[in-house]
């Protein structure tokens, strides 16, 4: 192992000792107003102290009378001179304005206050050791760098140790028991809040788990109802062409196999598009492992929008439906969301009319508004391919749901005239 390696593990080991262990303190308005008051009220105190603590002389009273010549009186304690009181209320005035940051810079405070004590060596050490216990008890509760603080602790205790040993503050007897009641009842109090916080923290965390289980199934549902909606507006219009015109090729294979094959042929036709539609449904469903799209040529296809509603409206004729369509307004590209939403109206519509109204004809109206586009399709109504099955209306529920992600509405009702009518209405911007 050689030196270089040698020191580059040292300062490796020293950037873990002074990286700190959380974010820096952020005190609000009110400790730091706080901090200022406990800073002036130990100034005031100190200053006091070094000022007026220390004047006036000490009187010498001899209880006992004694015979014979009496020595002279020592000379009376003047108490300290001019400079040792500016020099103490200097060094009290700067340990107490460091504490005003002592929430913002804790361990720097502490160093602070612990660099005055030890420089300027007082008779009087109560003058700055309230201002050092302060300082330490921030930086122990506030500063993120714990090694540091620690160490600095322990030797500014040591340091005053050493060189107050004989002057530092005596607690008189009287004030024990308060001295030892009152820090037991505030690390009581403290450890109860703790509790408390823990606990409701608990709870919290319980009630956020629960919340997000909920979340997720609701998504779960969404997604799922998204995927129905999808699959049966890709699968269904197919599939009922394809049914009607197998339909129709089995009445007329007899007498006119022509026309039958001809059904037979849009059959084939109907189930390619359904095929297609599938895998560009399953291809938005799945990726492969490095995200990249579907490679083939179907799974790469847009989805469908009002470009492809003339095809649609073919493959309905070409199923035996009448459709004519109208265009009102100015026609414009929309969103491709929109798009697809009108197109699956015109889609479901178409549908339902080819299953439940054979033998009639319909009409398909684009009015393009300034600020909404309205899709309307009616039939004029006619008898059912087959009869109806129970839970049927999913259809256009799901295009409710669909609309209702754009801010769109949808009303379906038979029409008084006979026939049904489907009418959506989308917003869209003004252009």
Request: net charge neutral; aromatic share 4%.
């Amino acid at each position: 192992m050689t030196w270089l390696s040698i020191a580059q593990r040292l300062r490796d080991r020293a950037a873990l000792v002074v990286r700190p262990s959380g974010p820096p303190p952020r005190p609000t308005r009110r400790n730091l107003l706080f901090d200022a008051g406990l800073a002036l009220v130990l100034a005031v105190a100190a200053v006091w102290y070094a000022v007026d603590g220390s004047d006036g002389p000490v009187l010498v009273v001899q209880d006992v009378p004694q015979q014979g010549p009496q020595p002279p009186p020592p000379p009376p304690d003047q108490g300290p001179d001019t400079d040792t009181r500016i020099q103490g209320a200097l060094t009290a005035l700067a340990c107490s304005a460091a504490l005003v940051l002592r929430r913002r810079f804790p361990l720097t405070v502490l160093c602070i206050v612990f660099a005055i004590t030890t420089a300027v060596v007082s008779d009087e050490p109560r003058l700055t050791f309230y201002a050092l216990v302060v300082a330490a008890y921030s930086a122990a509760a506030y500063s993120p760098y714990r090694a540091p603080t620690i160490a600095v602790a322990v030797v500014a205790a040591v340091v005053v140790t050493i060189v107050h040993d004989a002057a530092l503050p005596v607690v008189p007897s009287e004030y024990v028991p308060l001295m030892v009641l009152v820090p037991i009842v505030v690390a009581a109090d403290g450890l109860r809040r703790w509790k408390l916080r823990v606990e409701q923290g608990r709870v919290r965390m319980a009630e956020l788990e629960r919340e997000q289980a909920a979340a997720v199934r609701r998504a779960a549902e969404d997604e799922r109802a998204r995927l129905a909606r999808e699959l049966h507006d890709v699968v269904t219009h197919n599939v009922s062409v394809m049914v009607i015109q197998a339909g129709a090729a089995r009445t007329v294979m007899a007498t006119a196999p022509e026309q039958a094959n001809e059904a037979l042929l849009a059959v084939e036709a109907g189930g390619r598009a359904a095929m297609a539609d599938l895998r560009q449904v399953m291809g938005l469903l799945s990726r492969d492992d490095a995200g990249a799209e579907p490679g083939g040529p179907d799974d790469l296809a847009p989805q469908p929008g009002l470009d492809r509603l003339d095809a649609l409206l073919d493959r309905v004729r070409a199923a035996g439906l009448p459709v004519e369509l109208t265009v009102t307004g100015r026609a414009r590209p929309l969103p491709p969301g929109i798009e697809l939403a009108a197109y699956r109206v015109v889609q479901e519509a178409l549908t339902n009319t080819m299953t439940h109204a054979q033998g009639s004809a319909a009409t398909v109206t684009l009015d393009y508004g300034e600020d909404r586009l309205r899709v309307d399709v009616a039939d004029t109504g006619g008898a059912p391919v087959t009869p109806a099955k129970p839970g049927g209306g999913r259809g256009l529920i799901g295009l409710g749901e669909r609309l209702a992600v754009h801010g769109g509405t949808l009303v379906t009702g038979r029409r008084l005239t006979g026939g049904y009518r489907v009418r959506a209405e989308l917003p869209v911007e003004a252009s």
